[in-house]
């Protein structure tokens, strides 16, 4: 067997039909782990780089079975249900606890696949595509996973398949590069211009990614499109969206897609067993202040989209 055939990822999920991640009709492959830890993240369950345990306290019959068998104690009670440490989780072989849960109180995201697996599933989707779509790399952060997206993409890139790939950017720059030729659009998500406050609330600071970014704009020949989650009182005033400006300037690309904060994930923070989330009493952004944004991003030659009212 080939290095490339035994080459695996952990995804959490594909989702055929896509029309908002690049153009035309795409299947986005959601890959597993992120260097980020967003509190708005609406996908959380997506951070983690291995397959982990979710828990749905509402279907939990407390029989504490799942308990038992954990060789590990990664599950423990708390005062009002249980919580998965997924510190201590060890991914077992056949996932234990979830195998022994009956009320499926317990579930398992994530799963391994081989390349050659994912290669065969995605091209089922191929008469969808048409001429214009093909396949999204998203997640998660699929440069978490650099030599599989690598060799992933060359692989579409051969076949003649679309690429498009989202990232946090916070990766070394050697995950990145060897993937830039094999790739046709990048969305490159932005937070904040002030490194203090995007550690405030993604827990780490920007430097890496803002220098990852000017790079990709310099050596990459495809379509790089910015990426800002629009999150009100954090980053949404004139002073940090002129901060993004002049910086999108200086890279001498000019998109932007700015996703207006929605609480569609909050949810799923419960059941990964992340923090609260916090946003859920913050109103999501309205029209009023997305034609703000987007007018302050005009001012400075930059083009904004606005959530999925995007031209591809
Ligand atoms: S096995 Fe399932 S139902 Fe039983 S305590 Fe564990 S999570 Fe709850
Ligand atoms: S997956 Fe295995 S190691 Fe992890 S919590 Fe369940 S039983 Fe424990």
Known sequence: MGHQEKLSAVIFDIQGFS???????????????????????????????YPEPLYNREKCLYDFDCMKICTYQAIEPNE???????????????????????????????TRITLDN?????????????????????????????????????KCYDSHIHTAIETCGLVPWNHIEPSLKFLDWIFFDLKHANSIMHHLETGAGNELIFENAFKIAQRFNGRLIFRLPLIP???DSEEVITGIA???????????????????????????GKEDYRWKSRPVPDSDSLSKVKGWFEGFGVKCWVGSETPF
């Open 80 to 110: 009002t249900s249980l919580v998965i440490r997924q510190e201590l989780c060890k991914d077992c072989v056949g996932h234990r606890c979830v195998e022994n849960c009956y009320s499926r109180a317990l579930q398992i995201v994530g």
């Open 118 to 154: 994912l290669f065969t599933k995605i091209q089922r989707d191929r008469p969808f595509w048409g001429s214009g779509g093909g396949i999204t790399l998203t997640g998660g952060e699929p440069f978490a996973q650099h030599e599989f997206t690598h060799r992933f993409l060359e």
């Open 19 to 49: 029309v908002h991640d690049g153009p035309g009709c795409r299947t986005l492959i959601f890959m597993k782990g992120c260097p980020l830890r967003c509190s708005w993240c609406s996908n959380p369950e997506g951070q983690l780089p």
């Open 233 to 235: 009182g954090y980053n």
């Open 246 to 272: 002049s910086f999108i300037n200086k890279t001498g690309r000019n998109e932007i897609n700015i996703l207006p904060l929605h609480h569609l994930g909050s949810e799923k923070h419960i059941l990964s």
